[in-house]
């Protein structure tokens, strides 16, 4: 088997609040996996049992307090804990992707160019990344007239699908999933599910939470099971 | 990564009497990286932008600027001329208000040409046609080159500062709060026409404002100050959605939901 593109050892997150009297929130202790090219991890738990707090702990959204991110960037072995922030930029740019619920809103970029700038920025040139990013967007099934629009006015599910296409476009060998497919219709379920199966064909690594069954039987190979209370007991 | 910082600041200190202005202030700016400076009035972010722009001699510490002929160098050793001659070709600033980085009484296209001859343009036609392109760039009605800013909003004034100093292709920009005092919708356009020129000239930039949301669409790096000092510095979205230090969630956490 190759090498891991990802491994975890003894990730820790614990959140302190120092503005409600300095409580401290202890989400997860001691975390560790590893993830292969092509190989799919379904996050399962509970509501409130840190499971996007893990993968916003692993894209460095969120600061860890203990434990190392071992990511494979470069031909060489970067950890995220720590990192300088333009190295933790770098992995984002080149080698981890995120899926977010919900796409953050740019004032008055146009759809297209929202999709294309993960390509533009790995140095593909602007013309080729807004003709990728078309493709994307018309195999998610976003209307032709829509592409040159500002999202701010999408529905919810129309954003959801501009926000995987901009995940998806870049290729990136580790992809963060957060409920990729919440707010979509079955037919575009559908096209989400070809979508991450091709990216796995091709040797991404990907790292989900699935709530829907269906989504999640047909992509993840494992299971990974966080338990809410019991490494904070 | 092999490059050189562009700006390396080390033990920045700025004392006004007995009062501290900015104490201990240590970082590197690497080239094309955008560094945001946050807190609130007083914190001591426009003393350090000064000081970091040359406006204002240190206390304390070293600000090294990397020459392009003679790679980095402490810009208080430079000669005032040498420093001047930075401030009009490789830096650019970008003034809270307008009225401090432009003059007034000379036409739009005056003010945005006039870096291009501190860079030793000289053929009219030339510069000309350059400052139309720029006026455009900043979404400017280029019919209006021969106006006066006085005559422009406050939205356009900015725009324009911004064209006079992207024009001379600077490598270093200074920002101070550059949509302070703007209507909300103009903000929204100002700050996405920042954001794409910013990453399409690949100029590295300090942009100190007190609004979070500016630095959430500008800034790669974040640093958090409060009464003079830095208390907290790291990435961006990190700091702003996982804030470590109690100031920086109280920051965070005073701003209202929309």
Same mark, same amino acid.
């Given at each position: 088997m190759r090498n891991p593109v990802l491994e975890i050892h003894d990730l820790a997150k614990t959140f302190r609040l120092h503005v409600q009297g300095g409580i401290e929130i202890p989400v997860f202790d001691g975390i560790d996996l590893a993830l292969h090219p092509g190989e799919c991890l379904a996050l399962v738990g509970?509501? +409130?049992?840190g499971k996007s707090t893990l993968m916003r702990s692993i894209y460095a959204n969120y600061h860890a307090n203990g434990g190392r991110i071992l990511v494979q960037h470069r031909g060489t072995v970067v950890d995220?804990? +720590?990192?300088e922030p333009r190295t933790i930029l770098d992995i984002r740019r080149r080698t981890m992707g995120y899926v977010s619920q919900f796409l953050r809103v740019v004032p008055r970029v146009a759809t297209e160019e929202i999709v294309a700038e993960p390509l533009r920025m790995t140095g593909v040139e602007a013309a080729a990344a807004t003709d990728r990013a078309r493709a994307l967007l018309a195999r998610l099934a976003i209307?032709?007239?829509?592409?040159?629009?500002?999202?701010?006015?999408?529905?919810g599910g129309e954003q959801q699908r501009v926000n995987i296409a901009r995940g998806f476009i870049a290729g990136y060998p580790i992809l963060l999933l957060d409920e990729p497919t919440a707010s979509l219709d079955a037919a575009n379920r559908r096209i989400v599910i070809e979508l991450i199966l091709e990216a796995k064909a091709r040797g991404t690594a990907v790292i989900g939470i699935f709530h829907d069954r269906e989504v999640r039987d047909a992509i993840a190979d494992r299971l990974f099971d966080l338990k809410p209370g019991e490494l904070a007991a | 990564m092999t490059e050189r910082p562009i700006l390396r600041v080390r033990g920045l200190t700025r004392l006004y009497g007995r009062t501290v202005a900015c104490r201990n202030v240590s970082f590197d700016l690497w080239p094309g990286e955008v560094l945001g400076v946050v807190g609130e009035s007083g914190a001591g972010k426009t003393t350090l932008l000064k000081c970091l722009s040359a406006q204002v001699e240190p206390t304390d510490g070293t600000i090294e600027y990397d020459t392009r002929a003679d790679g980095l160098v402490d810009v208080f050793a430079l000669s005032e001329p040498a420093r001047r001659m930075l401030l009009r070709t490789d830096w650019g600033i970008v003034h809270q208000n307008p009225r401090d980085g432009l003059?007034?009484?000379?036409?739009a296209g005056g003010n945005v040409g006039e870096r291009l001859m501190a860079v030793g343009a000289r053929h009219y036609g030339n510069i000309r046609s350059e400052v139309l392109d720029w006026l455009d760039r900043v979404e400017i009605?280029?019919?209006?080159? =021969? =106006?006066?800013? =006085?005559?422009?909003?406050g939205g356009m004034q900015q725009r324009v500062q911004i064209a006079r100093n992207l024009i001379s292709r600077p490598r270093l920009l200074f920002l101070d709060e550059?949509?302070?005092?703007? =209507?909300v919708s103009v903000q929204a356009r100002l700050l996405d026409l920042l954001r794409q020129l910013v990453a399409s000239t690949g100029v590295a930039a300090i942009v100190v404002t007190h609004d979070l949301g500016v630095v959430r669409l500008l800034a790669h790096r974040l640093m958090v100050m409060r009464g003079g000092e830095v208390v907290e510095h790291g990435l961006t979205d990190q700091v702003l959605d996982d804030p470590q230090h109690a100031y920086s969630q109280l920051l965070v956490s005073s701003i209202l939901q929309v």
């Open positions: 509970a509501s +409130g049992a995220m804990v +720590g990192a209307p032709e007239r829509l592409w040159s629009l500002a999202p701010a006015t999408f529905s | 003059h007034m009484g000379v036409s009605d280029t019919g209006r080159i =021969d =106006d006066r800013p =006085d005559t422009f909003s550059p949509t302070g005092g703007l =209507d």
